[in-house]
């Protein structure tokens, strides 16, 4: 009986329920990410080192913290999609990958920015970017696999597999990666932790950062909606919704 | 060992299976008992070899349970495993190496039983006198044989057999349908698919087909 | 429910691993000829100062390792696939987890072995000094396993794709960061006469991990992909 819960009902409700939230968290992101957005680049005081070209991060220091957060979400509902067989983390694994890779991406290209006016050249083999860049091919790794297998239902539990895999090896990763640079260049310039970050910057860095997951639950949703949908084609109930519309 | 379990059985209930899309049988159900035999019919493509595949345990079938003994065959896992010997489309034999040693391994890989060796097997194949012939120098009907003797050397009560007769002489067939008849009389089970029509006790023998 | 013990079905698998690859000898050499072609590249490319060559030696050679396990670790389980024995693995009654450590370590010892024996040689074209090339061949000693452990699971997950090599790489090649990062600053740092006692712990600890994590997951991705 749970078994047939998991597995027919709840894709159905959940395409309603997420229906349903979509358009909220839409709007509860928009307001988040436009008093962030004013309250960062026009309120916020400028840095008295860096003058304003430290307020990129308000764009950079959220999306480094979504790319992390996102591959923890998708290895745990793949593991919850592995152990319970539920098709819906399944399809909340996979469906996070795209996202977690544009994050990712994004936080490189602003580093990358960000970089050109402290050091003068747009990359540098920081600890940090470094472990940014590994972690964008290992989302690349699991979208390639996923697009590789045909079956969807094997494609997203083998995707599972290696999310996990990945999420376990993620701060050795890092580990390595920061031990190898205090080894080969030295501390660099420290710009990422600033150890006493005035309050006034701390505040809109906080709002973006919520901005920016709401904005991740609600792309996820959305394309999770997709996803049920195209699973779901053979069945009534989407047969039905087609039809209706 | 479930040898001497009083009810063993192998039941199907609401199994479907959809491969890329297609529905390839829903709401299948069944029931296998000692000395019965299954056999599953229908065009290619119609979804047998996915059906015997997840009798196996290899695939999750997408709705549907599958009970051995009246417990979940993915629950059971190896235990399952210990009583089931598959021969599918592929030999599982090793070309480079001998037919003898091809079933030593399988057979301490396996849950070995003790009244039929390697050499038994061979025999009752009619491979005997093959033994230390590299398996690559063999005809596609022996190497085929081969895979089947796999079935002799384990204590597996059910038999699950993807067109068992490809590549093999009338000759073959009849052996292959000696053990299999054998097999049954014996207690044990059979699932089967075959283009060739299956010579076994119409009486012990459930027909399906999946075309329809 | 089976009687015999773990070990066994363990030697079974990796002496019939052994045996195939006996008969099978002259593809033991291809990995091996890479990795000696690829660390001889190096040297065409960036030019013969001795100096240089010490200083990015460690790193090339390790690379040059790393590619060497990449590209045989994709036969690990091609003609099992092919021929149907990796199903029959799969319905052993045996912890497929076992099976795959035993096709695992046979794999090592056919491809990753033979690497330590030519790394010696290697470390002297690169000039690397003794101390450098000692602590090359223990790293290869504790780093190549757990590049096969590692490398397998992306095997398992791969196997039966038809562009399963290219995927491959880019699965397992981030994941072959730690190793590299810490075998190559090993070797560099003795090279410099320094302690490597942390590199190496933490190789062990590594290779350790792998031990225990790959093994399973490798199982798990092999039923996924077989299914």
């Known amino acids: 009986m749970w ?106 290209v602003t580093g990358s920015i960000w970089g050109k006016p402290m050091w003068g050249t747009w990359w540098v083999w920081d600890a940090r970017l470094t472990s940014e860049l590994i972690l964008l091919f290992l989302y690349l790794g699991v979208m390639a696999l996923h697009n590789a297998v045909e079956d969807k239902r094997t494609a ?17 990763i890092h580990y390595s990666v920061e031990w190898w640079n205090t080894l080969h260049q030295g501390p660099t310039v420290t710009k990422f932790d600033a150890p006493s970050i005035d309050i006034d910057m701390l505040i809109p860095l906080l709002v973006m950062a919520v901005a920016f997951k709401l904005f991740f639950v609600m792309v996820l949703l959305m394309r999770a909606r997709c996803e049920v949908l195209q699973r779901e084609r053979n069945t009534q109930w989407v047969r039905e919704l087609v039809e209706a519309s | 060992m479930t040898l001497n379990k009083p009810v063993t059985a192998l039941e199907a209930r609401e199994l479907t299976c959809i491969r890329d899309d297609r529905t390839l049988f829903s709401g299948l159900s069944f029931r296998l008992q000692s000395s019965q035999a299954l056999v599953v019919e229908g065009r290619n493509g119609s979804g047998k070899t996915s059906l015997l595949r997840t009798l196996c345990g290899m695939a999750l079938p997408d709705a549907g349970d599958i009970l051995w003994c009246g417990e979940d065959i993915f629950r059971l896992g190896a235990d399952y495993h210990a009583c089931t010997a598959y021969v599918g489309h592929r030999d599982g034999v090793k070309l480079d190496l001998t037919p003898l040693e091809n079933l030593s391994f399988a057979r301490s890989l396996g849950n070995p039983d003790p009244d039929c ?96 | 429910m089976s009687t015999a013990p773990l070990s066994h079905a363990y030697l079974i698998l990796f002496k019939r691993d052994l045996l195939l690859a006996f008969r099978k000898r002259a593809e033991i050499i291809n990995p091996l000829l890479f990795f000696v072609l ?159 006692s942390a590199h190496l712990s933490l190789l062990i600890a590594l290779l350790a991990l792998a031990l225990s994590l790959s093994p399973a997951a490798t199982a798990a991705a092999l039923r996924i992909s077989l299914s």
């Open chain 3, 38 to 196: 690829v660390t001889a590249l190096f040297p065409l490319g960036i030019g013969a100062d001795p100096a240089l060559l010490r200083a990015v030696g460690p790193g090339i050679i390790w690379v040059a390792a790393l590619l060497a396990a990449l590209l045989s670790l994709e036969t690990i389980f091609r003609s099992d696939f092919e021929d149907g024995s990796l199903e029959q693995l799969l319905l052993s009654p045996h912890p497929l987890s076992v099976l795959m450590l035993a096709k695992v370590s046979a794999h090592w010892v056919i491809t990753g072995l033979p690497l330590l024996l030519v790394a010696p040689l290697l470390g002297l074209l690169l000039d690397l000094g003794a101390d450098a090339n000692a602590t090359l061949l223990l790293t290869l000693a504790l780093g190549t396993p757990v590049l096969s452990l590692i490398g397998t699971i992306g095997v398992a997950l791969t196997v039966g794709l038809r562009r399963g090599g290219m995927i491959l790489s880019l699965l397992v090649l981030p994941l072959y960061v730690p190793v590299l990062i810490f075998a190559s600053s090993a070797v560099s740092t003795a090279g410099a006469g320094l302690s490597i």
């Open chain 1, 3 to 108: 078994r047939f819960f998991h597995q027919m009902g709840s894709p159905r409700y959940f395409y309603h329920l997420a229906g349903r939230l979509v358009p909220w968290l839409g709007v509860a992101c928009l307001v988040f990410l436009l008093y962030g957005l004013y309250d960062g680049l026009v309120l916020a005081p400028t840095d008295y080192q860096q003058g304003d070209s430290y307020r990129i991060m308000f764009i950079h220091v959220p999306a480094a913290w979504m790319s992390l957060f996102i591959y923890m979400v998708m290895a745990g509902a793949g593991a919850i999609g592995l152990i319970w067989h539920m098709k819906l983390a399944e399809i909340i694994a996979v469906s996070c990958a795209p996202i977690g890779a544009s994050f990712t991406f994004l936080a490189l």
């Open chain 1, 156 to 172: 997203a539990r083998a995707t599972s597999i290696l999310a996990i895999v990945g999420v376990v090896n993620i701060p050795i």
């Open chain 2, 117 to 212: 060796t390697a050499h038994q097997a061979l025999e009752a194949l009619q491979l005997a006198g093959f033994e230390d012939v590299p398996t690559r120098n063999l005809s596609a009907g022996q190497q085929r044989r081969l895979a089947l003797a796999r079935l002799l050397i384990t204590r597996a009560r059910l038999w699950i057999l993807d067109e068992p007769f490809t590549s093999l002489d009338k000759h073959g067939i009849a052996i292959v349908e000696e053990l299999a008849h054998k097999h049954l009389v014996n207690g044990g089970m059979l699932a089967v698919t075959s283009h060739h029509p299956v010579n076994l006790d119409p009486g012990a023998t459930t027909r399906i087909n999946l075309s329809e």
